[in-house]
């Protein structure tokens, strides 16, 4: 099963990943999680230090062509598959890839090419894939996210995040892009404005899939850098994200 989790950048895509990955993890899965947002946080929030990057990778293979440091019947691909196998992070309880970026102000195209060929190329060695996406609609546009089984869009109360949400629904039908299943996720949501948060995302024709609540305890975390992955199990926000788990994305 692959899972995109998208939405507007700073919604709290990278909350639900990585609770995503800490709530699948030690069941018996193989996960493999893949940070595509080119503002990378995902390995922060798994505790785990990147090195190397596809973006790396491919800037690195760039060169050697330009020197000449490639055999002349080198297969590009071939060897370019071939580093970003080396460059997967391994734990016992999951595999990290991250996207990167190319260098300077490159498009990012490229490295999005790349995402859909891993994609296609690595799924069936893992039993869950896991995508932070970038921030936006540009995964969309750039059909990164077309094999996508499960699309989790998250929202915060924000104008701005219900806004993207909509807009994510709507390019998925322009772009015909037919994910299994598309659901909403509110995240950062108070108590007492929830009734309210609602309303305004009925516009949005996705079913919620889980609300977190706002907590300090998450707020903490971020501020002091400590993985979110060490969320402790009785914090709202992983029961929330478990019960998705059980809800609609268990087999």
């Known amino acids: 099963m692959i899972i995109a989790v998208s939405g507007k950048g700073g919604t709290g895509k990278t909350l639900v ?38 973006g790396d990778i491919r800037e690195e293979l760039k060169k050697d062509t330009a020197q000449g440091n490639l055999p002349t019947d080198a297969n590009k691909w071939d060897i370019l598959d071939y580093k970003i196998m080396e460059s997967i992070i391994e734990t016992p309880e999951f595999d990290l890839l991250v996207m990167g970026r190319p ?29 932070d996406t970038e921030a936006g609609l540009e995964h969309l ?20 995040g219900i806004l993207t949400a909509k807009r994510i629904e709507e390019l998925s039908d322009e772009l015909d892009i037919s994910f299994k299943n598309m659901y909403l996720v509110l995240n950062r ?21 889980g609300t977190i609540y706002e907590d300090e305890l998450i707020e903490n975390y971020d501020m002091e850098g400590e ?3 060490n969320l402790p199990e009785d914090s709202q926000a992983v029961e929330s994200v478990s019960q998705i788990i059980e809800d609609y994305l268990m087999r």
Do not use: H
Not at 103 to 118: M, P
Not at 150 to 158: A, K, R
Not at 193 to 200: D, F, G, Q, R, Y
């Open 103 to 131: 260098e300077g102000s490159g498009c990012y195209c490229a490295v999005n090419n790349i995402l859909r060929k891993i994609i296609e190329t690595i799924s069936q060695n893992y039993d869950y894939i896991i995508i």
């Open 17 to 54: 990943s990585s609770l995503l990955i800490k709530s699948i993890r030690g069941k018996g899965r193989d996960i493999l999680a893949i940070d595509a947002d080119p503002d990378s946080n995902l390995p922060e929030a798994l505790g785990i230090q990147v090195d190397r990057t596809v």
């Open 141 to 160: 546009s750039r059909r990164t996210t077309q094999n996508v089984d499960v699309m989790l869009v998250v929202t915060d109360p924000s104008k701005r």
């Open 227 to 229: 993985p979110l992955i």
């Open 189 to 209: 949501v108070k108590p007492q404005n929830e009734s309210v948060i609602l309303e305004k995302v009925k516009e949005i024709k996705l079913d919620i899939a």
